[in-house]
């Protein structure tokens, strides 16, 4: 079964750090684009920040200088880097990827993670 398991978030004071990652497993053939978004209570999810598998990065205006994400291909791996958080912050942050089947090497199909909470306190 493919799925894709977030760790790292939690409770942070506002200009701090917290580091999410999120690894793909099961039977998998490759991993395309990888990313992040987030969405809070009433709101539509938004992107963060994507990668594809050849390190191309794409991030939302508000993240750009605090946020970094990167990924290990081998492991099918990606990482968000968050330095400097804010408040407004606060919210479910989901993995999201477009990964290649080893039944079907063909075509790749979008995933989302279950999610983890980040919340930034003031």
């Known amino acids: 079964q493919v799925q894709l398991v977030e760790s790292g978030g939690g409770l942070v004071q506002a200009g701090r750090s917290l580091e999410l990652s999120c690894a793909a497993s099961?039977?998998?053939?490759?991993?395309?684009?990888m990313g992040w978004y987030r969405q809070t209570p009433g709101k539509q999810r938004e992107l963060v920040a994507t990668i594809t598998s050849g390190g191309n990065t794409n991030y939302r205006d508000s993240v750009k200088g605090r946020f970094t994400i990167c990924r290990e291909n081998a492991k099918k791996i990606v990482y968000l880097q968050m330095n400097s958080l804010k408040p407004e912050e606060t919210a479910v942050y989901y993995c999201n990827a477009d990964l290649v089947p080893l039944a079907n090497r063909n075509t790749a199909y979008n995933y989302w993670g279950q999610g983890t909470q980040v919340t930034v306190s003031s």
């Open positions: 099961g039977s998998i053939f490759k991993a395309n684009t």
